[in-house]
């Protein structure tokens, strides 16, 4: 009897994940590749801006005052270059705030060297808590800089602490191994002149690996020399040249990268700050800040523009990678269930509708559904119980609609940006778009299965990842020849 | 058992066509990228110089003990070219390669080059020529760009000054010709004195007590609250009082720039100002700086006789977080523009 119930279970368990797994691909694809169509839309309707003349003519007079923070944690390697970029950013009144959070290393020393710091006492009394500041250090020559010297209480902590110093009406949160290009404020702060409904921008943030640094700036744009940091740049380019901006387009976006975003000072801060229970403060702030906004009935919107550009470095070991992507998840989940409330309401407008309800659909159960059909398909192949080809035209049908928007990623990189200067580059891209649908995608699901299970388990922690310096021109030179 | 049967036949060709159709697509799609930028690269190899390799490669032999070798990276290039490109790498270089960047242009003739264009009939390359040399120091071409300072457009004396500002051997002739010519107390001008503010403090201030000039006061005042130079905050603060409205605004905006303790009253005073643009401006301050401590005065503003200054306040009333009771019930004059 039993023998019997277990040879008619095992058809049905995988005629039914089988149809399962079918639809979710299918969702996802489908999703995908509207999110592609849309971006391009958007772009037909607003192609990039005018030249950086054209752009400080018109802002100048309007642009309202910003303050950039930049979190430091044992950021000696990049921290002083990051800066000096910071500093020379073309923007009318732009403030810099560095907080050292507890810095084991000589992040600190290395800013007092380079700029010449002077040690003063300080009594924190901003509404947002946050670990004891031990002092902070100014410049003599240069009023536009300040640094905070704390103790280690993580990256939202850092950035609660600089808020609270924060007195212009819009501030930048950047990380300290970003390099934002020097028009890169001007263009993104347009919305907030544009639209007053404006709460939060974002912008692109690109892969910097393989870029010449010199002076704190990109002066040569290459693809990274690691096949895993390359892998990243296709994934970069999906995630912001194609889904942001469709999803901003559609009024749904649901996040502002921590690497580089614009935030009215006054709602972040009437909405609580960073918190500092998660670490993916960059969503729970912009999903906290249109919950303010909206149980508060003020006009609210989160743009994105795709010209401001960010670089950042990304890990190039597996190990560093995955850590990266664990945190990221769980930072996700952590979000996403403390603002489950939003998620599926039409109160809150396209984020709720949309933003939050693909995030859950496709960020939460996408993965576990994937990586079980990844698996358990092939089982149920083996033991007969479906059919062989019914596997591997799903398995074709994934991996082209991947290769698909990957390549539609290309399109609008092409049409949009055009960073990468040379043929080379993007052909070794469009076979990256290949290549990650076999081992690298399953490989991030997998982290991210890994995240679901940390989140259960109530894990936390950033973890430390490897930083390089940026390579200078003398560096990246050599290494070519 | 549907997903073990031949019935699935129809289904199963329609995801294998729908897959190859799309492979093709994908592969015609990044095929022709890459295609339409080889063929991009082709053309601009086939034209003179620029690109970013070529740039990479000036920056790291500048960096390099043996830096003149990197003429020969310039060489069989057209002066118009390297000049573009000795202006491009000298906003990115610094420091000790700047020095050797210049030595190299000059090696490489470019000051002749830029003070015979300083001659051209043409207004624009008289002007970039200027520009350009403001990287050279030899008398030569600080004479060049003294005499265009009399050049008869004003674009090129603007360049040309903007070129000597700093130089200690230029600042007595600069004095005389920023004083006397009335192109440097017009908007284009705003930018030499930003930079002369920056660059050489005490002759922007004896430039400054030397004009009573209201355009030029104008521009300065700004240059001064923007420069941050404190010696002169006293004259902005003067000015936020002065006689000439659009001097009192300058001056105003300038203070709250600079976070000085006289600009709220500057402010409160801008707020009055008889002139009804000016206190709407002094409302779109209130704005800008988010200035909530104003509140009861932007409230007063709601009753003012002029629809133009009513109508900014009510804006920065919204931004400054009051609710519409508070300006509906306040607003009783004009009880007809609550409705909007």
């Not at chain 1, 060297?113 to 002077?118: K, N, Q, R, Y």
Request: hydrophobic share 50%; glycine share 6%; net charge positive.
């Amino acid at each position: 009897m039993i023998a019997l119930s277990t040879s008619a279970l095992l058809p049905f368990l995988g005629q039914l994940l089988g149809l399962v797994v079918i639809l979710v691909g299918l969702a996802q694809s489908l999703f995908h590749l509207a999110l592609f169509a849309i971006a391009l839309f958007a772009l037909a309707m607003g192609p990039p801006r005018a030249g950086k003349r054209a752009l400080w003519s018109s802002l100048v007079e309007v642009a309202p005052p910003l303050t950039v923070l930049v979190p430091a944690r044992d950021e000696e390697q990049t921290i002083v270059d990051s800066v000096r970029a910071l500093l020379a950013l073309q923007y009318p009144h732009v403030r810099v705030i560095v907080i050292d959070d507890g810095s084991r290393d000589r992040t600190l020393a290395r800013l007092v060297e380079a700029f010449g710091l002077e040690r003063r006492p300080f009594a924190s009394d901003g509404p947002l808590p946050h670990a004891p500041v031990r002092a902070v250090w100014v410049s003599p020559s240069l009023d536009r800089l300040l640094v905070i010297e704390k103790e280690n209480g993580g990256k939202a902590d850092a950035l609660n602490a600089g808020l609270n110093l924060v007195e212009t009406e819009l501030f930048c949160s950047v990380d300290a191994d970003s390099l934002l290009e020097a028009d890169s404020l001007l263009r993104a702060v347009r919305p907030f002149v544009e639209d007053e409904r404006t709460v939060a921008v974002g912008g692109t943030v690109r892969v910097a690996n393989g870029c010449a640094v010199h002076g704190g700036r990109i002066v040569s744009v290459r693809l990274p020399r690691s096949w895993l940091a390359r892998l990243q740049s296709i994934e970069y380019l999906r995630a912001f040249v194609m889904a942001r901006l469709a999803l901003a387009r559609l009024g749904a976006l649901p996040i502002v990268s921590g690497a580089f975003g614009i935030f009215a000072t006054a709602i972040a801060r009437a909405a609580g700050g960073y918190a500092t229970w998660t670490v993916g403060e960059d969503l729970e702030l912009v999903l906290r800040m249109v919950h303010y906004a909206r149980e508060h009935d003020l006009p609210h919107a989160v743009r994105f523009v795709p010209e401001p550009v960010c670089w950042t470095q990304v890990p190039e070991s597996l190990r560093d990678l995955a850590r990266q992507r664990i945190r990221w998840h769980v930072g996700a989940l952590e979000s996403l269930f403390a603002h489950a409330h939003m998620a599926f309401r039409p109160r809150y407008g396209g984020l709720g509708l949309l933003g939050l309800s693909s995030m859950v659909l496709f960020d939460v159960l996408t993965p576990l559904v994937e990586l079980a059909g990844f698996v358990l398909l092939p089982v149920f192949w083996w033991t007969g119980a479906i059919w062989g080809e019914f596997v591997l035209a799903w398995l074709a049908l994934t991996f082209v609609a991947g290769i698909l928007v990957s390549c539609g990623a290309l399109l609008l990189e092409e049409l949009e940006l055009r960073r990468y200067p040379r043929a080379r580059d993007l052909a070794i891209l469009a076979m990256v778009a290949v290549i990650e649908n076999f081992g690298y995608r399953q490989l991030v699901n997998l982290w991210r299965v890994v995240g679901h299970w940390r989140f259960l388990r109530g894990a936390r922690g950033w973890g430390r990842i490897h930083r390089r310096p940026f390579e200078t021109v003398a560096t990246t030179a050599a290494s070519r020849q | 058992m549907p997903f073990a049967s031949a019935k699935l036949d129809p289904f199963l060709t329609a995801i294998w066509q729908l897959s190859l159709w799309g492979a093709l697509a994908g592969c015609l799609l990044a095929l022709s990228l890459v295609l339409r930028r080889t063929v991009e690269e082709w053309r601009q190899r086939k034209a003179p110089p620029g690109g970013q390799e070529l740039r990479q490669r000036l920056i790291a032999g500048l960096a390099r003990e043996d830096w003149q070798a990197v003429r020969s990276l310039l060489a069989g290039r057209s002066a118009a070219d390297v000049a573009a490109l000795v202006d491009e790498l000298a906003q990115i270089v610094r420091g000790e390669m700047q020095l050797r960047l210049v030595a190299l242009a000059a090696q490489l003739g470019l000051p002749e080059r830029l003070r015979a264009e300083l001659r051209s009939w043409r207004t624009g390359v008289r002007a970039l020529a200027a520009t350009r040399l403001s990287l050279f120091r030899d008398p030569e071409s600080e004479a060049a760009l003294l005499t265009a300072l009399r050049d008869p457009h004003p674009k090129v004396r603007l360049a040309a000054a903007e070129s000597l500002a700093g130089r200690p051997a230029a600042r007595s002739a600069l004095e005389s010709r920023v004083l006397a010519d009335s192109a440097f107390a017009r908007p284009p001008a705003a930018r030499f004195w930003h930079l002369l503010a920056g660059r050489d403090p005490e002759l922007f201030s004896a430039c400054f007590a030397a004009t009573s000039e209201p355009e030029r006061r104008r521009l300065m005042i700004e240059a001064i609250a923007s420069a941050g130079l404190v010696q002169l905050l006293p004259a902005v603060v003067e000015a936020s009082v002065s006689g000439d409205p659009e001097l009192r605004r300058k001056a105003t905006a300038g203070l709250l720039e600079r976070r000085h303790p006289a600009a709220f009253a500057a402010l409160e005073r801008l707020l009055l100002d008889p002139e009804p643009v000016l206190r709407a401006e002094a409302l779109a301050l209130v704005a800008r700086f988010r200035l909530a401590p104003f509140a009861p005065r932007v409230l007063q503003r709601l009753e003012d006789p002029e629809p133009l200054v009513r109508s900014r306040a009510r804006d920065t009333a919204l931004r400054l977080g009051l609710s519409l009771a508070e300006l509906g019930a306040l607003s009783r004059s004009y009880p007809l523009e609550n409705l909007r």
